[in-house]
Nanobody, 116 residues
Framework: QVQLVESGGGSVQSGGSLRLSCAAS????????MSWVRQAPGKGLERVSD??????IIDYADSVKGRFTVSRDNARLYLQMNSLKPEDTAVYYC???????????WGQGTHVTVSS
């Protein structure tokens, strides 16, 4: 079964850090680009970061540039979040990107709450 499982979310104060992890299984993880997507309370989905199959091509949403770092190893996707702001409060999803750049697999999400 193709599966993505996020972990590492929690509650932190503004300016703090969290490191999210995404464990991938059921597919050749190293062959696919991956993304982090988040949904803040009352808001729509926002792409946070993209990373290609090898990890050498990375893109970030303007809202997180300079603060978040996406990376990957052989079977996991990571998101290091520094200098967190209350507006980063959201459910963060690990997603697999398909050949047509679709978000074809989603994790269950992990909650991140940033307080002032």
């Amino acid at each position: 079964q193709v599966q993505l499982v996020e972990s590492g979310g929690g509650s932190v104060q503004s300016g703090g850090s969290l490191r999210l992890s995404c464990a991938a299984s059921g597919f050749m993880f190293s062959n696919y680009r991956m993304s982090w997507v988040r949904q803040a309370p009352g808001k729509g989905l926002e792409r946070v970061s993209d990373i290609n199959y090898s990890g050498n091509i990375i893109d970030y949403a303007d809202s997180v540039k300079g603060r978040f770092t996406v990376s990957r190893d052989n079977a996991r996707l990571y998101l290091q979040m520094n200098s967190l702001k209350p507006e980063d409060t959201a459910v963060y999803y690990c997603t697999k990107r398909g050949s047509w750049y679709e978000y074809d697999v989603w994790g269950q999400g992990t909650h991140v709450t940033v307080s002032s």
